[in-house]
């Protein structure tokens, strides 16, 4: 049986830079135009800089040490061979400007297909993969770095108990899980009885059972509206639970939560020696350009939905709500910081928060938190349903592959949060538009 013969788009390689590893068994072609448009970003000071240095980085070794070159061929271990591919169909009966480098690396894959290949072009731009269908190629997304977000758990469930079970339960602070259920580490459960008795637990793998969740969660003023919010303040607020993902619709207070846990950990606990926030820098609709001033000040109007938050908490203490603003930032213990300028650092015991997180690659995410230090806490929060980055989608961004990846780990813990609690008409929003 004919080997397959994969195309690669520059999206794919600047999403896993590893992604040549990922096709066993196959040709993997790169056309010449891919490595023109990695050239031009191999200098950026962000991922996409790193990634194309990270190609040509792997491309160099195989040159080096591979069996084979890159004109005709070189073999990998796991029985792929990779070449470049430096023609393209120009005369073709379909009409696709080649002025345009995606179309010239589409008729790149003609090209081989022309030539009695079993080509299948591969990229994370949807109009590509359009075009390419169009004119008889057979085309997918890479896939390879990818969760269901319809598959994923929600973190909590319900299950049916006895009414002694729960009294016992309450009295105990602890009760074993029936052996036919399936539970994940830090998983949460609500009891509930036909007398409707009901108690919430936290499923812990140490006891092999449920324990109580965490007293007196009245955290700067913010008390949980709902059970899924009081559960995801116990995981903020467990400090051997390192790394926690809340997901969820507008309104349902993920980064009002994260935020109010970490300033009791870091103001009343002293716990973390500071809070460190960060957004991808990805805009909602149309960009409005260049921003002035220094890297502080551009940052701010990307920061706004946390200053807003952060002013909200500082006015449920109940206390000037300006003064305590100006003595938590004057406090020096909240960085605002870029998701780009994260890279290279090393953080230990930080209270670390991303927010908007369904917005980074899963190679960006693995990026931020192995930055993490000795004692250092990465909260992530985002809706993978409202994603704005053009080559992601809700199965395929770092938060949704983050929960996969984690899920049966001692030091995480995942909520989704459902219910909106903004508001009225922000509920009625989220649920019928």
């Known amino acids: 049986m004919a080997k397959k013969t994969f195309v690669i788009d520059t999206n794919v390689l600047l999403h896993d830079p590893e992604s040549l590893l990922k096709f066993p068994k196959s040709n993997i072609a790169i056309p010449v135009i891919v490595l023109e448009e990695l050239d031009k970003m191999k200098r950026l000071p962000n991922d996409l800089g790193k990634n194309s240095r990270a190609v040509f980085r792997f491309l160099d070794s195989l040159n080096k040490f591979g069996k084979g070159d890159l004109h005709h061929g070189v073999s990998l271990e796991n029985g792929s061979t990779v070449k470049i591919q430096l023609e393209y169909k120009t005369d073709a009966h379909v009409n696709l400007g080649l002025f345009v480098n995606d179309n010239r690396i589409i008729m790149t894959a003609f090209l081989l297909y022309e030539r009695g290949e079993k080509v299948v072009f591969v990229s994370k731009d949807f109009a590509a993969r359009i075009k390419a269908e169009a004119i008889g190629l057979e085309a997918e997304d890479y896939e390879n770095l990818k969760y269901s977000y319809k598959a994923i758990y929600k973190g909590i469930r319900k299950i049916e108990a006895e009414k002694h079970e729960i009294d016992l339960f309450y009295k105990d602070n602890h009760i074993s899980l029936p052996d036919l259920v399936d539970s994940r580490p830090n998983e949460y459960f609500i009891m509930t009885s036909r007398e409707h008795s009901s108690a919430v637990g936290k499923f812990d793998t140490s006891g092999n059972g449920l324990i109580p969740l965490l007293k007196g969660v009245n955290t700067w003023g913010i008390k949980p509206r709902n059970v899924e919010q009081r559960c995801a303040m116990d995981l903020l607020l467990r400090d051997d639970i390192k790394l926690v993902s809340l997901i969820g619709p507008a309104g349902t207070g993920k980064t009002l939560l994260a935020l109010a846990c970490g300033l009791r950990k870091v103001f009343d606990e002293g716990l973390y020696s500071r809070i460190l926030i960060s957004r991808p820098i990805v805009p909602l609709g149309r960009d409005i350009g260049y921003l002035p001033g220094t890297k502080e000040e551009k940052l701010f109007n990307w ?24 003595w938590v930032m004057e406090s020096k213990k909240i960085e605002m910081e870029a998701v780009t300028y994260i890279r290279g650092r090393s953080l230990p015991k930080i209270y670390m ?12 995410i693995k990026t931020i938190i192995s930055r993490a230090g000795d004692g250092t806490k990465v909260v992530l929060t985002g809706d993978p349903t409202q994603i704005d980055n053009p080559y992601l989608n809700e199965d395929s961004n770092g938060l949704t592959y983050t929960i996969g990846k984690f899920s049966d780990k001692k030091i995480y813990g995942h909520m989704f949060l459902e219910k909106t609690e903004r508001s009225e008409l922000a509920a009625v929003a989220a649920e019928i538009m």
Not at 353 to 364: K, R, W
């Open 303 to 326: 920061m706004q939905p946390i200053y807003d938050n952060l002013e909200y908490l500082c006015d449920c203490t109940g206390k000037e709500a300006s003064e305590t603003l100006k």
């Open 353 to 364: 928060i991303i927010d908007e997180a369904q917005n980074l690659t899963p190679h960006e």
